[in-house]
């Protein structure tokens, strides 16, 4: 089952008097590549509704929190990301829906490719038929 593959993962963090910084170095705390950073924020909406294609990515609830519904191809699960000193490491060809932002979430993204649009299945019923032949 894909979603088994689906981890949170402890950020590392070096606290001291004046606060705490978070690093990830890619091939250390994460399996991929960092091609691409970004991030979403003054969400007033649900987000996602898409399986990535090609591409693997690390979310960071960097402020704030909200929930996260992920499939493969014969079950769910929901994540309640709101520790910012944790990453949900998604694989790709898992279908995710992002709901419930608090207001000022922040969601931090590594991911392993460059931005195509069209290497993402947009629809459940898309993402079930691709699923489905490989
Ligand atoms: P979208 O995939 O709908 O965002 P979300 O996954 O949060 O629902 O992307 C929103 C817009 O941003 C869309 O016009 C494509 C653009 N975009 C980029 O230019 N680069 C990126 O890396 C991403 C993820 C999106």
Do not use: W
């Amino acid at each position: 089952m894909h979603l088994e593959k689906v981890k949170l993962i402890d950020i590392p963090t070096h606290a001291d008097s004046r606060g705490i910084l978070s690093s990830i170095e890619q091939n250390i705390d994460i399996s991929f590549e960092i091609k691409r950073v970004f991030y979403i924020h003054h969400i007033t909406g649900n987000r996602g509704n898409h399986a990535p294609i090609d591409t693997d990515e690390l979310l960071i609830p960097i402020s704030g929190s909200f929930s996260i519904r992920l499939y493969d191809k014969t079950s769910s699960k929901v994540f309640l990301m709101n520790d910012i000193t944790k990453g949900l490491f998604i694989p790709r060809l898992i279908f995710l829906e992002m709901f419930d932002f608090s207001e000022n979430a922040v969601c931090l993204v590594l991911a392993n490719t460059k931005y195509d649009a069209n290497k993402y299945l947009r629809t459940k019923e898309d993402f079930y038929s691709y699923v489905n032949k490989i």
